[in-house]
Structure formats: C-alpha cells, structure tokens
C-alpha cells in the first residue's frame, strides 16, 4: 500500500498559477504511475493527468492541455501539478493517485488506481 500527502492547494485569481505537489510514501516500489483528478459537488470524480513513473510519460485531459503540466521527482517520490492559466472552471478538490497496473494506458479512469490521496480544495476566482 501507498500513502499520498497532498499540499499545494488554495484561492488564486483567475489567470493565475498553482502548482500542487503529492508525497508518496510506503510500498512504492512497485507503483508505475501517479495521475491527479478533480471533483466538485456536480461532478464526479474526473481524470485531469497522468505521469508513468519510470519512463515520465504523460497523458491529459484535453481541457487541461496546454495549461497543465504533471511532472515527478524520483529521489523525493513525489508528483506535481503545475497549473496556469487558470479559470473559474478549474475550481474543484484535487486528488492524487497511484497504480499499480504495469502498463502505461493512453485512457485513465478511476477503476486505474488503487491508493488516494485526502484531497485539496483548488479555488479560481473571476
């Protein structure tokens, strides 16, 4: 099992930047890929990106393409979420996640990860 420390989160401007960092800790030997997903009380839970941990692929949301960029630190074993550009839209409690699937999926959905980190709340104001 993995445990996610999630930090990063807050109120921004619409406009600007955020950048959200996830820690994992624990079994991480055999986790293959970390993503970040966003939620709202209208919505379910929705996949924003996706990074493979050892080759750095990444794979994104088409609304987030562009603005977005996922990216991890191996020594540290964490995975961060540059956000700019950012708009009232992208207004939602992000999630980090782990998989442990050994194969790096051109389409991701929630049933793909296995450990969840407790959510930070993302708010853009106009």
């Known amino acids: 099992q993995v445990q996610l420390v999630e930090s990063g989160g807050g109120l921004v401007q619409a406009g600007g930047s955020l950048r959200l960092s996830c820690a994992a800790s624990?079994?991480?030997?055999?986790?293959?890929?970390m993503g970040w997903f966003r939620q709202t009380p209208e919505k379910e839970r929705e996949f924003v990106a996706a990074?493979?941990?050892?080759?750095?692929?990444?794979i994104y949301t088409d609304s987030v393409k562009g603005r977005f960029t996922i990216s991890r630190d191996n020594a540290k074993n964490t995975v961060y979420l540059q956000m700019n550009s950012l708009n009232p839209e992208d207004t939602a409690v992000y999630y980090c996640a782990a998989s442990f699937f050994p194969f790096f999926k051109t389409i991701y959905q929630k049933a793909d990860f296995d450990s969840w980190g407790q959510g930070t709340q993302v708010t853009v104001s106009s």
């Open positions: 624990g079994r991480t030997g055999s986790m293959y890929a």
């Open positions: 990074i493979a941990w050892s080759s750095g692929r990444t």
